[in-house]
């Protein structure tokens, strides 16, 4: 990471913190879940940078980036990314999003249209209106609350052993960034998200659904969403979950240059 830049862009009268790994490559921009940060993609992008320029910015009410009191539904993280890719002077990015970076993604995608060359979702949030209310109404933001308050030494350590197939630098940028996300970006939890079906068909570039056989996105949501749109493949990452890009980074990184060799060569 001794050689990639940190930069901040304005748009939408917040600052927004970014990473990145190189300008003189295609770009490639990651987007984070809820409670993470761009730094969360440093493996992956170590895997990359040899020919892409990966871009991670810290959404809203995330790591560096300014955490207003309100503005934190999924509107207002595309805006974001889309003023991160006009100032930045991105031309034609491939977009990837994990959880709700993955839905935020897909938001961008249905918005500028070709303006992007591909997109690629890894588990993103595409919730029934049952199951977004079960999280909305659970107490994951009260959870969230009382980590705040917490030493960081602690919270590794209870992290590292529930977690010990991570590396330990992965296990400390995801403390790390959980401890600097605000309160208030768990409000993009507040019912309807996005309709992920209108927004997946109206996506016209290739997009590849990263799933685990036991994430949020099931295979026939997956098939489904490629019967609706023709510019859908998805591909399943055995024994992985709704954390795949963190639970099983080679995998995971091995399918998204498979497909980016597809879309920017």
Request: charged share 20%; aromatic share 6%; glycine share 10%.
């Amino acid at each position: 990471m001794t050689n990639w830049i940190h930069g901040n862009i304005h748009a939408n009268g917040i600052d927004i913190h970014y990473l990145r790994t190189g300008r003189d490559k295609p770009p490639l921009i990651a987007l984070h879940g809820l409670t993470g940060s761009g730094a969360c993609w440093t493996p992956l992008a170590r895997a990359l940078e040899d020919r892409y320029d990966v871009i991670m910015p810290d959404a809203r009410g995330h790591g560096a980036s300014s955490a207003p009191s309100g503005g934190y539904l999924y509107g207002d993280f595309a805006s974001d990314v889309i003023g991160l890719i006009e100032a930045l002077g991105l031309v034609a990015p491939v977009l990837l999003g994990h959880s709700m970076g993955g839905m935020t993604a897909a938001v961008v995608a249905s918005e500028v249209d070709t303006a992007i060359r591909g997109v690629i979702l890894a588990d993103p949030t595409f919730l029934s209106p049952e199951r977004q209310r079960e999280v909305y109404e659970s107490d994951v933001a009260e959870q969230h609350r009382r980590l705040l308050g917490r030493n960081k030494d602690e919270v590794l350590t209870e992290t590292k052993a529930r977690q010990p197939h991570r590396s330990p630098e992965l296990l400390e940028l995801i403390v790390d960034a959980r401890l600097r996300t605000g309160i208030s970006a768990f409000e993009v939890l507040t019912p309807p998200n996005p309709d992920y079906r209108a927004l997946m068909s109206a996506v016209s570039v290739p997009t590849l659904l990263v799933i685990g056989d036991h994430g949020v996105v099931s295979v026939e949501t997956a098939r489904e969403l490629q019967r609706l749109n023709q510019h859908v493949r998805y591909e399943l990452i055995p024994d992985a979950g709704h954390g795949l890009p963190y639970d099983r980074p080679e995998e995971f990184a091995a399918v998204v240059r498979s497909f980016l060799e597809t879309v920017v060569g």
